[in-house]
């Protein structure tokens, strides 16, 4: 089943369990939290996890920075994020953890906010397998680098490296490796000198340091661009492929509908073409630390530089952030914006676009 097909049924099951106890979705009474032990019905169990088990997985696993920061979050009291994994304590449940789809959404939605829907869409279509036993191998997970098992309905691996969203032409902050069956976590959690060249590209305004999505999508562009392993239109795709994804690229760009059908479209298109993956990863961080009201010279949104470092170095979440109200419409713009910038750095402005590059 393809990715668009998978998160249309099973959107579809969500709704119709909408209001009543779901099977596929993890319960708070359904999980024994004795460290590692499944479920009665030898499901995914709660596994206990310490502040510096947390760390490891945000540091190796868990290389997104908003989810990274998320899994770090240690008030397991209110249950804001557990960990989860299918194996007992014997089979070190650390290396194969996965998190629920029903929390990580309520995460995004707090507040009465939407950005819910697009975490749910990238769990479900780029987290879909993990490491398993290692002997079985499911179709949808077939080269998928060593994660051969698809997960139990209702969870998402939090392996990233390993896993279909990890693609070329990453950034290099959080993770390391040439090629795609060599990512990693990046030594220490964090490469710093990686994170200068997202840094350097800063502005000051009032007398602190802000990065701009077009700036962001100057970066996207270099990263991508100088990866020979990068797949993006006019480089390492056919001719054919190329039209094909430039043609769906503008459409997503002029045409982007619903965030639920945008984010599946994104997704399908990102194997493809890892500047628009690269586009909807850093459109979620400029989501999450866009600073209200606050406009650059040019009108851009922006985000606090410090706010940013602390996501990715420290996977801390911005101050305030119980309050904020994040908006799925808000992620499509910023991806979008993003995805402008980085082609306009690129210089690769092509009909049916019409893309407006203001030069400095």
């Given at each position: 089943?393809s990715s668009?097909?998978?998160?249309?049924?099973?959107?579809?099951?969500?709704?119709?369990?909408?209001?009543v106890?779901?099977?596929?979705?993890?319960a708070?009474d359904?999980?024994d939290v004795a460290?590692?032990?499944?479920t009665a019905?030898?499901?995914?169990?709660?596994?206990?996890v310490?502040t510096a088990d947390?760390d490891?997985?945000?540091r190796?696993?868990?290389?997104?920075p908003f989810?990274g920061?998320?899994?770090?979050?240690e008030n397991?009291?209110?249950?804001?994020f557990?960990i989860?994994s299918?194996r007992d304590?014997?089979?070190?449940?650390l290396?194969d953890?996965?998190?629920s789809?029903?929390?990580?959404?309520?995460?995004?939605?707090q507040n009465?906010?939407?950005?819910?829907?697009v975490?749910?869409?990238f769990?479900?279509?780029?987290h879909?397998?993990?490491?398993?036993?290692?002997?079985t191998?499911?179709?949808?997970?077939?080269?998928?680098?060593?994660?051969?098992?698809?997960?139990?309905?209702?969870?998402f691996?939090l392996?990233?490296?390993?896993?279909?969203?990890?693609h070329a032409?990453?950034?290099?902050?959080?993770?390391?490796?040439?090629?795609?069956?060599?990512f990693?976590?990046?030594?220490n959690?964090?490469?710093?000198?990686?994170?200068?060249g997202l840094?350097?590209?800063a502005?000051?305004?009032?007398g602190e340091l802000?990065l701009?999505?077009?700036a962001?999508?100057a970066?996207v562009?270099?990263?991508v661009?100088?990866?020979?392993?990068?797949?993006?239109i006019?480089?390492?795709?056919?001719e054919?492929?190329s039209?094909d994804?430039?043609a769906?690229v503008?459409?997503?760009v002029?045409?982007?509908?619903d965030?639920?059908d945008?984010?599946a479209?994104?997704?399908?298109i990102s194997e493809?073409?890892h500047?628009a993956?690269?586009?909807?990863e850093?459109?979620?961080l400029?989501?999450?630390?866009e600073?209200?009201?606050?406009?650059?010279d040019k009108?851009e949104?922006?985000?606090k530089?410090?706010?940013?470092?602390?996501?990715f170095?420290?996977?801390?979440?911005?101050?305030?952030?119980?309050?904020r109200k994040?908006?799925?419409?808000?992620?499509?713009?910023?991806?979008?914006?993003?995805?402008?910038?980085?082609?306009?750095?690129?210089g690769?402005?092509?009909?049916?676009l019409?893309?407006?590059?203001?030069k400095?």
């Amino acid at each position: 089943m393809s990715s668009r097909r998978r998160v249309a049924a099973y959107l579809t099951v969500l709704a119709a369990c909408a209001g009543v106890a779901c099977a596929a979705q993890p319960a708070d009474d359904e999980t024994d939290v004795a460290k590692g032990n499944a479920t009665a019905n030898d499901g995914p169990g709660e596994i206990r996890v310490t502040t510096a088990d947390r760390d490891t997985i945000a540091r190796e696993k868990s290389t997104c920075p908003f989810i990274g920061a998320v899994v770090k979050l240690e008030n397991v009291a209110q249950r804001i994020f557990p960990i989860f994994s299918t194996r007992d304590a014997n089979g070190r449940p650390l290396e194969d953890p996965l998190g629920s789809i029903a929390k990580i959404r309520d995460f995004g939605n707090q507040n009465g906010g939407t950005l819910g829907i697009v975490l749910e869409t990238f769990a479900l279509t780029n987290h879909l397998c993990m490491h398993g036993d290692g002997q079985t191998i499911d179709k949808a997970c077939k080269d998928k680098q060593g994660l051969t098992a698809e997960v139990p309905k209702g969870y998402f691996s939090l392996d990233f490296p390993h896993s279909q969203g990890a693609h070329a032409g990453h950034s290099g902050i959080l993770i390391s490796g040439a090629t795609k069956n060599q990512f990693r976590g990046a030594d220490n959690g964090f490469d710093a000198g990686k994170f200068k060249g997202l840094s350097d590209r800063a502005e000051d305004i009032g007398g602190e340091l802000y990065l701009t999505r077009s700036a962001i999508g100057a970066y996207v562009w270099a990263n991508v661009s100088t990866d020979p392993q990068a797949k993006y239109i006019g480089h390492n795709l056919t001719e054919a492929v190329s039209a094909d994804i430039k043609a769906k690229v503008a459409a997503l760009v002029l045409n982007p509908g619903d965030p639920r059908d945008f984010a599946a479209r994104l997704v399908a298109i990102s194997e493809a073409d890892h500047i628009a993956g690269s586009a909807g990863e850093f459109g979620l961080l400029m989501t999450v630390l866009e600073v209200p009201g606050l406009r650059s010279d040019k009108g851009e949104p922006v985000v606090k530089l410090s706010d940013v470092r602390a996501m990715f170095e420290k996977k801390q979440l911005p101050a305030g952030w119980q309050d904020r109200k994040w908006s799925a419409v808000a992620w499509v713009g910023h991806t979008t914006g993003i995805l402008k910038g980085a082609e306009c750095a690129g210089g690769r402005i092509f009909d049916p676009l019409h893309l407006v590059c203001k030069k400095p």
